[in-house]
C-alpha cells in the first residue's frame, strides 16, 4: 500500500491547475460558438480524449492523468466539453468496433467538435430494461428508415450526429434483433424537443423520428450484433469520475459549512448545534469514504486491470449518497433550503456541476434525485453486483421463463 | 372509541374530493406556477359559496363551526391535490389566531371577510432564523400615535402578495422570558410602509414573500387579543398548522403511493410487471406502511385538538414529526418507482414530492418536533 | 371520530388494574405447578379465553376488554399465561374446525391448564415457506405414525399435546397434501430439545419424531386439508397487541430516560445531551404513533370488522420498531448496553416481557432481532401487504412457475 | 498510488487466517466463553513464535517492525475468526502506548515481554462515564512514597482478568485544561489495592473489568513518558485503536456477508434459491457496497498512520464512523437473511454480530468521531 502521489502526478496537477486557472471562461457561456471554442481550446492543451489511443489523435493517457485533468476541472468550476458524449463514448465506439472508413470520417471531427454528438439509446418503454427498445429500422436497400422515439438524449438539440441503436429482426429474441448505427441527425426525419425536468432544467431531450435515415455505410459492427456492442465497456476515458465528483461534492460542502456559519439556529451559529454537525460530519466521513474508494478504483486502473461489475459499487454508493447528502442540506438549511429565489446570498447554493455559476440548493436537491435512476437504476445496479459480483443466482423472471433460448 | 370519521365527516371528505378533482386539476395548478397571487378568484368564491373558508369558524362569524378533524381531512384533500391558494394561510394561520384571540367586532369583520372570500388574510413568523419559539419574534412593536408603530421584517410570509391584511406577531416589551411581551398585529398588507418581495419555492403553488416593515402604523382597534400576552395565541395556532401541514403532506404522500401502486400494475420491463419485481412491491409496501401510520397520526393529533385532550399538544408534535418523515420517504421513493417518467416536469408526480418538501420545515421540523415529545417525555 | 375510552372500559380498566395489584405474583415462578396456578387463577378471574364463546368456557368478551386486560397485565409486569398458545390458537382451532368429541375433550382442560399445547408448524427447512414441510404422517390403519422434524416449538418442554402440520400426501402439489393433526407430546416417540438463542435464553424447542403416535380420532378437519385450517384467521383472541405491546415499550423507554439522567455525558447527564433527546424523542414519536394505530385497529375490531391483511401492518411496523429502539437504546448507553452482568444498577435493563424482573439492556437489544424474523418475515409481510391490500401482481417464483395447478 | 497490499501484507495476512481458520475455530472460541481469562496459553505462545504479539514493535524488542496497516489486517482476522484474547489490548493498548512514549528499559521489559507472550498487557481509559475525550480521566495520582498513589476507579478494561500489568492514565495534576495533568503508569494487575470485578459482555469473546484501586503504589519507574504530560500518547493510541476497532468490526462484517451469500446460494423456498429474490438480492448487494467501502475506510486510516499523513487523525474518525454504521448494518441484515437459524446460539453467525456490536461504542462511537469529522471540517 502507498498511497501518496507520485512527483510526477504532484506535477501534472500544479501544471494542470495553472491552465485551468489561467484559461476557465468567466461567465455563462450562451452560444454554442462559445462552447465550440472551450473544447477546442482543452483539445489543443491535451485534455480532451486524452485516453484515446495516438493514432487516433489521442494522449495515451494514464487513468491518473485523466482522473486529474477531470478534477481540476472541476476545481475550477469549468464548463464542461461540449462533445463530451463524443470523446467519451461515441468516439471509442467507432474506434473499437467501427471500420477504418468510419474511422476516418469521424474521429477527428470529434474530437476537434466540429460535429457535435449525441446518443439515442432509451424509450419511454425501454430504461432499465433497455432491450426491449421498439425503434425500428428497416432495410430500404441502400439505407435503414428509421421510425421510433428515443429519450433522454442529452445535447440532443445541439446534436449533429448520434450513436443509435434500433430494432432490425423482430423475429429473434429482444437481444439479437438490434443493431448499432450512426445517424446524422441534421436531417428532416428527425424531431428533437427539449425534456424539462423536475429541476426546470433541460438538459435532455425526446428524439422523434419518422422515416429518417442511415447510410448503410454507417452501420457499425455487424446486423443485428448491436447490444453487444452497447453492451462493450470502452476503456479509454478512464479516472475520470474518480476524484472530480468527490471534489465537487466537496465544494459543495464547503459553502454548505459557511451558510451554517451565517444561518441563526437557537441563538448561536447552526454551525454551533450538535445536530447539524452531526450531519456535516456525517457528509464529510461518507464522502472521505468514496474518496478512499476512488483512490483504490484509481490504484486498479493504473495497473491496466478494467473496472468491472464493481464500477456498480461506486455507482450505487455516490449516487445514494447524493440523495441523503442533499437531504441533510435540506434540513439544515430548513425553509431557506426550499428557496429557489429570494433568500439572502449566503443561503444561495452550489455551484453547477457543469460550470458557470451557482445553482439553488433546492435546484440542487431535486437534481439529486436523478442519478439513482439514470445511467441504470440503483435496483439495476444491486442486481449486477448481487448477480455478477457475489455470484447470486438470476432471479426468476418472467422474460427468461418466456425465452430461454436468450 | 370509533377512529373513523363520522357520516358527515365521511361527507365532507367526499366532496372536498369531488369539487378538487373536477376544478382543481393539475393542469389548473400548473396554470398558478406563474401568477404572482398564485390562486384563482372564481375558484375562492366557489369555495366560500361551499362553506369551506369558514370551516372552524364560528356560526356566528358565518363559519361552519366544524373543528380540526374537519380541516385536516379538508388541507388533506387540498395535498392531494396540490391546491394551489391562501387558504391554510387565510383559515388556519390567521383565522385561527383571530378565532382564538379576536375581539367580537375583529371576529365579526375579518372571520366573516375571510368566510365570505372577500378577505385574504395571512400571519407573518419566521424572521430572519427558522426559529419556531418566541425567541424568533424580534420584530418591534412602539406603542405611539394612538396605536403602534412597527419595525422590523418577516420571512416566508404565505402569500402575502395575494393578502389583504397579516396577522404580525411582534414584541412590545422585552423579558427576561422570551414568551412575554409579544402582541398580535392585524397589518393592512398594502398599507404604508409595507413592503414585500417574493420568495419564490420549490413547491411553485406555495407562494411566500419576505415583509418589510418601515413604520408601520397600526391602530389600536388592530391587536388581537392582550398587549404582551400573544404568544400563547401564537402557540396554539402552530400546533394546529403542524397537524395542518402534517395533513397536507399526508395528502401528497398518499396521492403519491397510489400513483405508484398504479405505475407498478401498468409499467412492464422485462416481460412482467413492475410491481412483479421484490424490490419495487416491497417498497410500496413500506410506503403504505408509512401512509397509514401517518394517517393514525394526522388523525389522532386533529382529535386530539377537537377533544382538548391532555396530549394535544404532544399528538401534534407526534403528527408533525412523524409525517414529515413519512412524507419525504414515501413522495421520494414515488419517484424512484417511477424512474425516469418521474424525473420529468410535464408528468405530475413531483407536484407532490414538492408539495410534501414546502411542508417539511414548516410549523417546526420533525428534529424540532422530536426535541419537543423528548421534553414531553420526561415530563 | 372519537377517541376516548367508554365510561364502561375505564371502570374495566380500573378493576383489572385494581386485580393485579392485588394478585400478581412477586419474584419469579420457578415451578410449572406455580405457573399453572397463575393462570388458573386469572382464569377464574375471567381473563383467560375471555374471547371464547360462552358455551366452550369463554365469556364473549369485547376485543376493547380483551385488549385492556393484556395492557394491565403488562403494566403490572404480570407472568404471562402458561397456556397461552393453548388459549389463543390450539383451543380457538378446535372451537372452530374440531368435531364435538374434540371439544369436549380438550377444551376445557385448555381452559384451566390441565394440559399446557404447543404448536409444531416450522420446519429447519420450512420457514417462511411453510407449505413444503416434510413431516410425514403415514396412515396405520387405526392411527398415523409421524417421522420428522418441528422447530421453534415454544413450551415444547412442558406440552401435554401439540397441534401439529404434516404431510399426509407426497403426490400433490405442497399445499394440498397437508393435515391438521392434535399429538399427544407424553409418548415415547417424540424428544424435546431445548433451542438457545443468541439471548441465551431458551424460549423454543426442537422437536423429534421417531415414530410418534396420532390417534384417528385426533385428525382436525379433513385429511389433506390442513393447510386451509392453519392458514384460518382465528377470531376469539382479538385485541390483544394493540395496546400491551405499546406499554411494554413505553415501560422500557421509562426506564431509558432514568438511565440517561444517571448516565454522564459531556459533563452533564446524558439526558441533556441533543442527540440523546433527539432518540428518546423518536422512540417516543414512533411509539406513540403505534398507539394510535392499535386505538384504530382496535376500533375496527370493536365493530366486529375482521383484521385482514392489514394485520401485516401492525407487524411490520412493531417488528422493525423494536430494532430500531433498541439500536437507540444501545447508542445511548454506549459500552453500558453490552454488559450483560456487573454494571451498575442504573444501567440495568427493563422488565423481562414475560413478566418476573428485569433483563439486561444487551439480551433485550438481542431479542429484538427476533420479531422480523418469526410469525413471517419482514419479507414475507411485505409481500402480503403488497399483493393482498395494494393488490400487486404476485412475483414470478419458480414453485408458481413448476406448479401453476396449486 | 497502489492500494493493494504488498506481497510481505498479503502473505501476513494468508498466514494469519491460515493460523486461524485452523487453530481458533469457533468450537474453540465457544470454549472460551466461560473462561474466566478468556484466552488459551498454548495458542498465545504460539502466536508469539509467529510473531505477531509484537508485529508493530522495533525489532530491537523483539518485534517485527511493521505499521499499522499490517496491525490492521491481522485485526481483521482476528475479527474474522472471532479471536478470543487480549491481543488487541496487549499489543495495539498497552503495547502502542509503550512504544510511543516508554522508556529504553520500560520498551525492554514489556515490549520484549509482550511480543514473547510472557506479560499480558492491557489499558484501562474510560472511568464512570463513556468519555473519549481526557475530561472522562479523574483516576487520581497523587505523588509520595518514591512514587505515586493510585486511587479511583476505571470501567470497560478488557482482559483484566488475564493481565499482568495495566497501563492506567492518571491525573497527577489538576489543570483548566483537561488535556494537561494526566500521567501514565504501569500498575501491576495482581498488586496490592487493585481489585477487579468482571463485566460480562454480549461478546463473550471479549472480556472486560471494573478494575478499582486503593491506594495503590506504583513506583516512579513505572510512569511512561513525561509527568502531567500523557494525554497526547492516550490520543494517538486511540486513534489506532479507532482504526484497529474498524479493523475488527470489518472482519466480522465480511464474514457475515461471504456467510449470508452462501446460505442464499444453497437455501430454498418456495422452490428456489434464497439469493433469487430480490429483497434478499439486494439486502446482499448493499452489504457488499458497505463492506467495500469499510475496507477502503480501514486501509486508508492505518495507511494514513502509518504515513503520519496529515489527515491521519480524520481518516481514523472517518473509519470508526462509517465502519460501526456499516458493520452494525450488516452483520444485523446477515440474521435477517438466515432467518431463524441466525437467531440461534448453535449457528455462529451471532458471534459477529455481537463482535461487532461490542467495537462499536469502543474508542468513540461513530456520533463522536462524526462530531470529530465535522470539526475538522471546519478547519
Given amino acids: 500500500m502507498d498511497l501518496n502521489f507520485t512527483p510526477e502526478d504532484i506535477a501534472f496537477r500544479a501544471r494542470v491547475r495553472k491552465w485551468f486557472e489561467d484559461n476557465t471562461p468567466r461567465g455563462e457561456m450562451r452560444t454554442l460558438d462559445e462552447r465550440k471554442a472551450w473544447h477546442r481550446k482543452m483539445y489543443e492543451a491535451g485534455f480532451i480524449g486524452m485516453g484515446w489511443p495516438a493514432e487516433y489523435g489521442g494522449k495515451n493517457a494514464r487513468p491518473m492523468e485523466q482522473a486529474i485533468v477531470s478534477d481540476e476541472m472541476t476545481r475550477a468550476n469549468a464548463p464542461s466539453a461540449v462533445n463530451g458524449l463524443g470523446t467519451s463514448i461515441c468516439g471509442p465506439t467507432i474506434i473499437v468496433h467501427g471500420n477504418e472508413q468510419q474511422k476516418q470520417r469521424f474521429l477527428k471531427k470529434i474530437l476537434n467538435a466540429d460535429e457535435i454528438w449525441c446518443q439515442l439509446f432509451s424509450e419511454p418503454n425501454a430504461g432499465s430494461d433497455l432491450a426491449s427498445l421498439k425503434t425500428r429500422a428497416e432495410d430500404k436497400g441502400d439505407h435503414y428508415e428509421i421510425n421510433g422515439q428515443k429519450v433522454w438524449t442529452s445535447g440532443g438539440t445541439i446534436a449533429d450526429w448520434g450513436i443509435l441503436l434500433a430494432r432490425t429482426d423482430t423475429t429473434v429474441p429482444k437481444h439479437q434483433g438490434i443493431s448499432f448505427f450512426l445517424i446524422n441527425m441534421r436531417q428532416p426525419g428527425i424531431e428533437v424537443r427539449p425534456l424539462k425536468q423536475i429541476t426546470g432544467g433541460s438538459e435532455f431531450c425526446e428524439v422523434f423520428f419518422t422515416n429518417a435515415r442511415v447510410e448503410k455505410e454507417n452501420l457499425i459492427g455487424k446486423l443485428n450484433q448491436g447490444w453487444m456492442i452497447a453492451q462493450t465497456t470502452l476503456g479509454y476515458e478512464r479516472g475520470s469520475g474518480t476524484l472530480n465528483r468527490v471534489t465537487a461534492y466537496m465544494m459543495s460542502l464547503r459553502r454548505l459549512l459557511g451558510a451554517t456559519r451565517k444561518l441563526k439556529k437557537n441563538g448561536g451559529a447552526a454551525f454551533d448545534d450538535l445536530l447539524v454537525r452531526q450531519k456535516l460530519g456525517r457528509a464529510f466521513v461518507e464522502l472521505e469514504v468514496m474518496r478512499y474508494s476512488g483512490l483504490r478504483t484509481l490504484s486498479r486502473l493504473e495497473k491496466g486491470l478494467r473496472p468491472g461489475p464493481e464500477s456498480s459499487i461506486a455507482k450505487l454508493y455516490y449516487s445514494e449518497y447524493g440523495k441523503r447528502y442533499h437531504e441533510w442540506v435540506m434540513e439544515i438549511l430548513g425553509p431557506y433550503g426550499n428557496v429557489l429565489e429570494g433568500a439572502p446570498p449566503e443561503f444561495s447554493g452550489p455551484d453547477r456541476i457543469d460550470g458557470g455559476g451557482q445553482t439553488a440548493w433546492g435546484v440542487s436537491f431535486l437534481g439529486s434525485r436523478g442519478p439513482t435512476i439514470y445511467a441504470g437504476t440503483s435496483e439495476i445496479q444491486k442486481n449486477i453486483i448481487g448477480e455478477r459480483v457475489l455470484g447470486l443466482p438470476k432471479e426468476v423472471r418472467m422474460d427468461r421463463m418466456q425465452s430461454k433460448g436468450e | ?379
Fill in chain 2, 1 to 379: 372509541m370509533d377512529f373513523d370519521f363520522t357520516q358527515e365527516q365521511a361527507a365532507l371528505r367526499d366532496s372536498a374530493r369531488d369539487y378538487l378533482s373536477q376544478k382543481c386539476t393539475t393542469q389548473f395548478v400548473r396554470t398558478m406556477f406563474e401568477d404572482p397571487t398564485g390562486f384563482s378568484k372564481p375558484m375562492w368564491k366557489e369555495m366560500a359559496g361551499l362553506g369551506w373558508l369558514g370551516l372552524t369558524f364560528p356560526e356566528e362569524n358565518d363559519g361552519l363551526g366544524l373543528g380540526m378533524v374537519e380541516l385536516a381531512l379538508m388541507l388533506e384533500e387540498m395535498g392531494r391535490a396540490v391546491f394551489p391558494g391562501p387558504y391554510f394561510a387565510s383559515v388556519l394561520l390567521a383565522g385561527g389566531a383571530i378565532k382564538a384571540a379576536g375581539d367580537k367586532s375583529q371576529k365579526q369583520k375579518y372571520l366573516g371577510g375571510i368566510a365570505s372570500g372577500d378577505v385574504i388574510a395571512t400571519m407573518g413568523m419566521l424572521e430572519d432564523a427558522p426559529n419556531w419559539d418566541a425567541e424568533g419574534i424580534a420584530l418591534n412593536a412602539q406603542a405611539g400615535g394612538g396605536g403602534f408603530v412597527l419595525n422590523g421584517m418577516k420571512r416566508f410570509v404565505p402569500f402575502a402578495q395575494a393578502a389583504d391584511v397579516m396577522l404580525i406577531p411582534a414584541r412590545t416589551s422585552k423579558n427576561a422570558d422570551p414568551g412575554k411581551g409579544i402582541s398580535l398585529f392585524l397589518v393592512e398588507a398594502k398599507g404604508k410602509g409595507v413592503e414585500s418581495s417574493p420568495m419564490k419555492n420549490i413547491d411553485l403553488t406555495n407562494k411566500a414573500s419576505e415583509v418589510r416593515f418601515n413604520n408601520v402604523m397600526v391602530p389600536e382597534e388592530n391587536v388581537v387579543g392582550e398587549i404582551d400576552n400573544g404568544w400563547h395565541v401564537v402557540q396554539k395556532v402552530l400546533q394546529q398548522a403542524a397537524v395542518g401541514a402534517s395533513a397536507e403532506m399526508l395528502g401528497a404522500a398518499r396521492k403519491s403511493m397510489e400513483m405508484s401502486v398504479e405505475y407498478a400494475k401498468m409499467r412492464e420491463a422485462f416481460g412482467q410487471k413492475l410491481g412483479q419485481f421484490q424490490a419495487i412491491k416491497h417498497k410500496l409496501a413500506d410506503m403504505l406502511v408509512d401512509v397509514e401510520s401517518s394517517h393514525s397520526a394526522v388523525y389522532y393529533a386533529a382529535w386530539a385538538q377537537d377533544a382538548q385532550s391532555a396530549d394535544a399538544a404532544l399528538a401534534a408534535s407526534v403528527a408533525k414529526a412523524y409525517v414529515g418523515d413519512a412524507a419525504r420517504k414515501v413522495c421520494g421513493e414515488a419517484i424512484q418507482v417511477h424512474g425516469g417518467i418521474g424525473f420529468t416536469w410535464d408528468f405530475d408526480l413531483h407536484l407532490w414530492f414538492k408539495r410534501a418538501k414546502f411542508y417539511e420545515p414548516m410549523f417546526g421540523d420533525a428534529e424540532y418536533h422530536r426535541e419537543l415529545a423528548a421534553r414531553a417525555l420526561a415530563g
